[in-house]
């Protein structure tokens, strides 16, 4: 059994438990989404996650995957990494994070097209359904460039 304090590279240590209940609800807000092909609570690849895959009608044919990983804590921090796949093996993709860290604030935006560390110092809601739409937000106007 995995250790539900456990970390990896995007968490940051001192997070705390995955809230199961949070990614349900996110699971099903997403879910009644046409934007999503599919939508997977804890898959087996990301077992603390919520992780979701955008349906390419919405983008050029050059774009081969593009998903939303979502992990939400009990402390309320969370991490939200979108990537997009091209066709050309390269990759565009950008974090949301809340946790405690030493190289920037509580909340900080990894920006594209690496979501490199340091990322950006944000002031995020607290309320996961707001950090939600925040994030569909940039995403749409991500997916409206595109087509600009």
């Known amino acids: 059994m995995s250790n539900p304090n456990a970390t990896d590279d995007d968490s940051g240590p001192g997070v705390g438990p995955i809230d199961y209940d949070v990614l ?24 603390d996650a919520v992780v979701v895959t955008y349906d390419l009608g919405y983008f050029p044919a050059v774009v081969e995957q593009a998903s939303l990983r979502i992990r939400w804590f009990e402390t309320d ?3 939200v990494h979108y990537a997009e796949q091209y066709a050309d093996g390269e990759s565009w993709e950008c974090r949301w994070d809340r946790h405690p860290n030493e190289h920037n604030t509580r909340d900080h935006f990894h920006p594209p097209p690496d979501a490199a560390t340091p990322g950006e110092d944000e002031d995020f809601p607290h ?3 707001a950090v939600l739409s925040l994030v569909i937000t940039a995403l749409d106007d991500r997916i409206a460039s595109f087509w600009e």
Request: hydrophobic share 30%.
């Open 24 to 47: 349900d609800r996110l699971r099903s807000r997403l879910d009644g989404s046409d934007r999503f092909s599919s939508v997977e609570f804890r898959p087996d690849q990301a077992p």
């Open 77 to 79: 921090d969370f991490n």
């Open 127 to 129: 309320d996961w359904l």
